[in-house]
């Protein structure tokens, strides 16, 4: 199993959005940079991530899980762009913002803190296990 973490604008599509398409889940659609789109290319389903709001709140606030590969997204017709499909898994106890994460020496490496601007992202075990604990929520 890998583990990613995906970025919303909250404005946009936020963890209550996410909650509220159940099981069914959503495509995690109109994502226009290659990186992002080569590691939803990556993506297994049952593989976990973070979902992370962005711009004001800037936190960690719930785990979702792939329930649907890389397919084409279908908000554009251009070919080069695809999706994974992900569904809500369950809310951080306590949502862990940006600033806990960077005020930690463990996390220093995380692709988080080094490129906050990716929308798509990995983490590793070591980063799940560390940002769950500091959300009190079970990984």
């Not at 199993?1 to 495509?27: C, H, I, N, R, V």
């Not at 004001?56 to 080069?80: F, L, M, N, Q, Y």
Request: with cysteine; glycine share 6%.
């Amino acid at each position: 199993m890998a583990y990613w973490l995906f970025k919303s604008e909250p404005a946009t599509w936020s963890w209550a959005d996410q909650k509220a398409k159940g099981d069914a889940g959503e495509e995690w659609d109109g994502v226009r940079n290659y990186q992002a789109r080569n590691f939803m290319r990556e993506m297994k389903v049952g593989d976990l991530g973070f979902f992370y709001h962005s711009q004001k709140d800037r936190e960690v606030v719930g785990i979702v899980e792939v329930c649907a590969e890389a397919h084409p997204d279908s908000s554009t017709d251009d070919p080069r762009w695809e999706c994974v499909d992900i569904k809500a898994v369950r809310s951080f106890s306590l949502p862990v913002t940006l600033d806990t994460i960077k005020a930690d020496p463990r996390l220093e490496d995380m692709v988080l803190v080094k490129n906050s601007r990716l929308s798509v992202q990995p983490v590793t075990e070591a980063e799940w296990d560390l940002i769950c604990g500091l959300g009190k929520t079970a990984p």
